[in-house]
């Protein structure tokens, strides 16, 4: 819920406000979302915000849905064939059609199934990990190349401790609060917003913000900025 509230607020705050009923989002209101930004230059930047903030799949013997694709029924395989859960579920699918999943072979499915899913579902969240800390570790040697340089990007993140920016390159950096030093910043955490307590400048999702690289840590894959003047 919280990783939808700021999309709606990122969203509407770009132009594209999205419409909730009971204070949640129906997946066809993400897709029309998808189709607004379609060619925009919003586009590579929301789409992946829309993805990350929608809660993470998992592998299961019950069939739930999609919510993404707003599907009641859904069975999950790529092709071409990449991961395990896809060659598992191929084998159910011939069996089914070629007459041959028998009550034996049913049984034998419903033994080893939940945790087929479960070993699925961890090296999968173990494989995205490894490559999220790759992709982390790879921007800061590149950012590394960048210090003293000017950027602009927008504002993908606020917390108490900094103002998150991504750059059109999807790199991502934070301007510490600490180091805000031209007024006392508050943060406003139901809007995520920030709000200096004597200038009432304030940060909000989306804005388009000017950055220098100030500081890269390539062992922690750490990236600072501050703000232009």
């Given at each position: 819920p919280e990783k939808m509230k700021q999309l709606r607020l990122l969203a509407a705050g770009m132009g594209y406000p999205l419409k909730t009923g009971k204070e949640e989002i129906h997946p066809k209101e993400l897709q029309k979302?998808?189709?607004?930004?379609?060619?925009?230059?919003?586009?590579?930047?929301?789409?992946?915000?829309?993805?990350?903030?929608?809660?993470?799949?998992?592998?299961?013997?019950?069939?739930?849905?999609?919510?993404?694709?707003?599907?009641?029924?859904?069975c999950h395989f790529t092709s071409p064939i990449r991961r395990y859960p896809d060659l598992q579920i191929h084998r159910i699918i011939k069996e089914q059609l070629r007459g041959r999943l028998t009550e034996e072979r049913k049984a034998?499915?419903?033994?080893i199934l939940e945790g087929v899913s479960?070993?699925?579902?961890?090296?999968?969240?173990?494989?995205?990990?490894?490559?999220?800390?790759?992709?982390?570790?790879?921007?800061?040697q590149y950012m590394a190349e960048h210090l003293g340089e000017q950027f602009e990007g927008v504002i993908s993140s606020i917390t108490a401790w900094g103002i998150y920016v991504e750059l059109p390159n999807t790199v991502e950096g934070m301007i510490p609060v600490a180091e805000m030093l031209d007024?006392?910043?508050?943060?406003?955490?139901?809007?995520?917003?920030?709000?200096?307590?004597?200038?009432?400048?304030?940060?909000v999702l989306g804005q388009s913000v000017k950055i220098e690289v100030e500081r890269v840590d390539t062992d922690a894959a750490n990236i600072d900025f501050k703000l232009c003047k």
């Open positions: 979302l998808l189709d607004k930004i379609e060619g925009t230059q919003a586009e590579s930047y929301l789409s992946r915000l829309t993805l990350r903030s929608m809660k993470r799949a998992v592998y299961q013997t019950d069939c739930t849905g999609h919510f993404g694709l707003a599907c009641r029924y859904y034998h499915y419903a033994a479960k070993q699925a579902s961890t090296t999968e969240r173990r494989a995205d990990e490894a490559e999220r800390t790759t992709e982390k570790v790879k921007k800061a007024d006392y910043y508050i943060f406003d955490q139901e809007h995520f917003t920030m709000i200096g307590e004597h200038t009432h400048k304030t940060f």
